[in-house]
């Protein structure tokens, strides 16, 4: 997915108004650690399918905390759960769990 | 003389909704499994496994020899229980047999021999009599053991036990009251006719002194007949259907049925195995640290309750300490990652992005590994042997580097697993290849288990390095070092590799020996497996083992996983190498004699 490229952002400002954080906070509910991410992007500098593609966990990071959860669970396919992430990460998140959480939230939504 | 009674009802009800029950049950599990598996299954009955089987059957299903080797006092509570009673049975029916001189009589005659039988007259009455005694006497201190260990069970050297459910409580206490009761009905009989033994006859005095044995006489009987009853109708629904699904359980495993990625009924037979020992619960690291519902008892408990079992499906390190230790032998990892594959089917990732790398015609390829890359001096220590050796390697995964399909299959993922796993075949398999050498543990779990990879011999490096220096192609040298070495959980307990890195690191330096090591080696915290584990925990795990190693006062701990390294290197106390730095070392120590070797030779010369 092209457009879901770091440096093609589509726009600079955030809608308030249209700012949802129920996945999010679905996702720290599940994994509190989430919420110490300090976006520093060593698990983007690590990641196995970042050296492929385009593929950027801190983006998504940084996007689902905007509210911009569409497209989220598509480009998380391209994740193959090494676990590389979780180690090199400062903070100690975890995230495999977050990866898989906002997988089950996302298709829990459809569903339901 | 014999009065036709009434009490054996509740008895006989008992053991014929238990019987038909189990051929039902059976019937269906069999039903169940594969065609293969039914082949198998078919074919075992014409092998001497029957035999083997048979064996362990007795051995673990009635002598229960498995916990008396992990627990004496244990063993003896189970062993009394289960073979106590089988005699009980068997030398009760020949008692009847003897005295009848035939063998035709009902069957739940022998049950209530001494209230048919009054007055026992035929040779070796006296010496049955005593017999039946002794085995109830032996029972009864089953008996004994097990209501002291629900109240106290330090004494038995657990530091906890399994937590009951209503209904379990139910079976439990029917169980239980089956033997006093007998010991009553049989004393009270004893009391009348004098037809008992030591035990019955003694308190069979006692009463006829205290008590109004006419009274309570036929009561006995019916209370007696009613545990038995109950607890048969019980048995299905309690954790007391391991008992006979565990003797199922040991035929099909000598029949070579193994458990599959998928849940099927040999897999709700082992579920149905587990007796709640509760010896996996002493065997868990995450229970130290404060963790107390993924444990393999409980786990497969919310199962059989059909509870929501998520959290801790997701929750285990996967690291098979409470397999090793199980006495029923149950394959718990498989039973978790069938489950965790079933649970997260759902969710589908798809890696059409991956690339062919470069294909290179070679004889040995490196495959490093997610985990190595983010350790580079192993990775350089590899390079470093490689080059010592002069073997020309393709190292596959330097760059664009995919991963192995491990970490995956541990998520339950195996659908994308696969997906990897195809990937990674075409590659070596292009590249003409004849050794596949990893240095990752999970890697090579998930080559050796889920890869078909023909005409390619797969090794772990230390294994691979274990072969050099026996050929002599590495030297043997000692670096002085105190070292420790730990035995990562899927290398050890996962794929059977204990003794090679053993004999590597023995040849570089000192080795210590530890209590808890090969089988029983404790786990770095850190494994894939965890997929929801807080990290808090993790690392009480890892300091936990940590703080274990650093009694030892090592001068290096090795470990030959880089995932065990990464973990442990967190923790300052001992410096943590991995087994191929330490043979690039040596190598180097080697080196530089050589050199210092030449160079006074030729001082000398000169």
């Known amino acids: 997915m092209s457009t879901f490229d770091f440096l093609k952002v589509r726009r600079l400002y955030i809608d308030y108004d249209n700012l949802d954080q129920e996945l999010l906070n679905e996702v720290i509910?599940?994994?509190?650690?989430?919420?110490?991410?300090?976006?520093?992007?060593?698990?983007?500098?690590?990641?196995?399918?970042?050296?492929?593609?385009?593929?950027?966990?801190?983006?998504?990071?940084?996007?689902?905390?905007?509210?911009?959860?569409e497209g989220l669970e598509e480009e998380l396919k391209k994740c193959m759960l090494c676990g590389k992430c979780t180690l090199v990460c400062p903070r100690d998140i975890q995230l495999r769990n977050v990866v898989m959480n906002i997988k089950k939230i996302v298709l829990k939504k459809k569903t339901a | 003389m014999i009065r036709e009674?009434?009490?054996?009802?509740?008895?006989?009800?008992?053991?014929?909704?238990?019987?038909?029950?189990?051929?039902?049950?059976?019937?269906l599990w069999y039903i169940e499994l594969s065609k293969y598996d039914k082949l198998r299954f078919i074919h075992f009955w014409k092998t001497k496994s029957v035999w083997a089987a048979l064996k362990d059957a007795i051995a673990d299903g009635l002598l229960h020899s498995?916990?008396?080797?992990?627990?004496?006092?244990?063993?003896?509570?189970?062993?009394?229980?289960?073979?106590?009673?089988?005699?009980?049975?068997?030398?009760?029916?020949?008692?009847?047999?003897?005295?009848?001189?035939?063998?035709?009589?009902?069957f739940y005659y022998a049950v209530f021999y001494r209230y048919y039988q009054p007055h026992p007259d035929f040779a070796g009455a006296r010496v049955f009599g005593a017999l039946m005694d002794l085995l109830l006497l032996i029972i009864l201190s089953g008996v004994a053991l097990a209501i002291l260990k629900r109240i106290k069970k330090q004494i038995f050297g657990m530091k906890r036990t399994t937590k009951l459910k209503p209904f379990d409580k139910i079976a439990l206490t029917s169980l239980w009251l089956i033997f006093p009761l007998r010991l009553l009905a049989e004393s009270l009989s004893a009391a009348?006719?004098?037809?008992?033994?030591?035990?019955?006859?003694?308190?069979?005095?006692?009463?006829?002194?205290?008590?109004?044995?006419?009274a309570i006489y036929d009561l006995s009987w019916w209370l007696y007949s009613c545990s038995i009853g109950f607890f048969f109708i019980a048995l299905p629904f309690s954790r007391y259907m391991h008992i006979p699904t565990e003797i199922v359980f040991i035929f099909l495993r000598h029949a070579g049925i193994m458990p599959k990625k998928y849940w099927n009924s040999y897999a709700q037979i082992q579920m149905y195995s587990c007796s709640r020992c509760g010896i996996c619960l002493d065997a868990c690291q995450l229970y130290e640290a404060g963790v107390s519902n993924v444990q393999s008892v409980y786990f497969l408990q919310y199962i059989r309750n059909n509870e929501n079992v998520d959290k801790?499906?997701?929750?285990?390190?996967?690291?098979?300490?409470?397999?090793?230790?199980?006495?029923?032998?149950?394959?718990?990892?498989?039973?978790?990652?069938?489950?965790?594959?079933?649970?997260?089917?759902?969710l589908t990732f798809s890696y059409g992005y991956t690339q062919m790398a470069l294909q290179q015609k070679t004889d040995i390829i490196y495959f490093a590994g997610c985990m190595t890359h983010l350790t580079p001096p192993i990775k350089f220590s590899m390079a470093r042997i490689f080059n010592f050796l002069g073997e020309k390697v393709w190292?596959?995964?330097?760059?664009?580097?995919?991963?192995?399909?491990?970490?995956?299959?541990?998520?339950?993922?195996?659908d994308s697993a696969s997906q990897l796993i195809q990937k990674n075949t075409e590659l070596i398999m292009a590249s003409g290849a004849k050794t596949l050498i990893l240095s990752c543990p999970i890697c090579y779990k998930a080559f050796?288990?889920?890869?078909?990879?023909?005409?390619?011999?797969?090794?772990f490096h230390a294994v691979y390095l274990n072969d050099m220096i026996r050929q002599g192609r590495l030297?043997?040298?000692?670096?002085?070092?105190?070292?420790?070495?730990?035995?990562?959980?899927?290398?050890?307990?996962?794929?059977?590799?204990?003794?090679?890195?053993?004999?590597?690191?023995?040849?570089?330096?000192?080795?210590?020996?530890?209590?808890?090591?090969?089988?029983?080696?404790?786990?770095?915290?850190?494994?894939?497996?965890?997929?929801?584990?807080?990290?808090?925990?993790?690392?009480?795990?890892?300091?936990?083992?940590?703080?274990?190693?650093?009694?030892?006062?090592?001068?290096?701990?090795?470990?030959a996983c880089p995932l065990c390294k990464k973990t442990f290197a967190r923790d300052r106390r001992i410096p943590v190498i991995d087994i191929a730095e330490l043979t690039a070392r040596a190598i180097d120590e080697y080196v530089n004699e050589q050199k210092k070797s030449v160079r006074e030779a030729r001082l000398i010369e000169s």
């Open chain 2, 395 to 414: 190292y596959m995964d330097e760059d664009k580097s995919i991963c192995c399909g491990g970490p995956l299959m541990l998520a339950g993922q195996y």
């Open chain 2, 5 to 27: 009674p009434n009490f054996q009802y509740p008895f006989l009800i008992g053991t014929i909704f238990l019987f038909a029950y189990l051929i039902v049950r059976i019937i």
């Open chain 2, 312 to 346: 801790s499906l997701f929750g285990c390190l996967i690291c098979g300490r409470c397999q090793e230790a199980c006495p029923v032998h149950i394959n718990l990892n498989d039973l978790r990652t069938a489950l965790r594959i079933k649970a997260s089917k759902p």
């Open chain 2, 66 to 106: 498995s916990i008396f080797k992990k627990n004496l006092l244990l063993g003896y509570m189970h062993m009394s229980l289960a073979f106590g009673w089988f005699l009980l049975i068997v030398i009760g029916h020949l008692e009847v047999m003897v005295d009848r001189r035939s063998l035709n009589f009902p």
């Open chain 1, 29 to 69: 509910r599940e994994e509190p650690s989430f919420q110490w991410c300090i976006s520093c992007g060593c698990c983007t500098a690590t990641c196995s399918a970042g050296n492929h593609t385009t593929f950027n966990i801190r983006r998504i990071s940084l996007i689902l905390r905007r509210g911009e959860i």
């Open chain 2, 192 to 214: 009348y006719y004098h037809n008992g033994s030591f035990m019955s006859n003694t308190l069979g005095a006692w009463f006829i002194q205290n008590v109004r044995v006419s």
């Open chain 2, 448 to 459: 050796r288990e889920d890869y078909v990879l023909p005409g390619i011999s797969i090794k």
């Open chain 2, 475 to 559: 030297p043997k040298i000692n670096l002085g070092f105190k070292t420790i070495y730990h035995d990562p959980c899927a290398l050890g307990r996962g794929s059977k590799i204990y003794d090679e890195p053993r004999y590597v690191i023995d040849s570089y330096s000192q080795r210590m020996r530890l209590k808890k090591e090969k089988a029983e080696a404790l786990c770095c915290g850190a494994g894939l497996g965890g997929i929801n584990l807080p990290i808090e925990t993790k690392n009480k795990v890892t300091f936990e083992a940590m703080t274990y190693f650093a009694r030892f006062k090592p001068n290096v701990l090795i470990t």
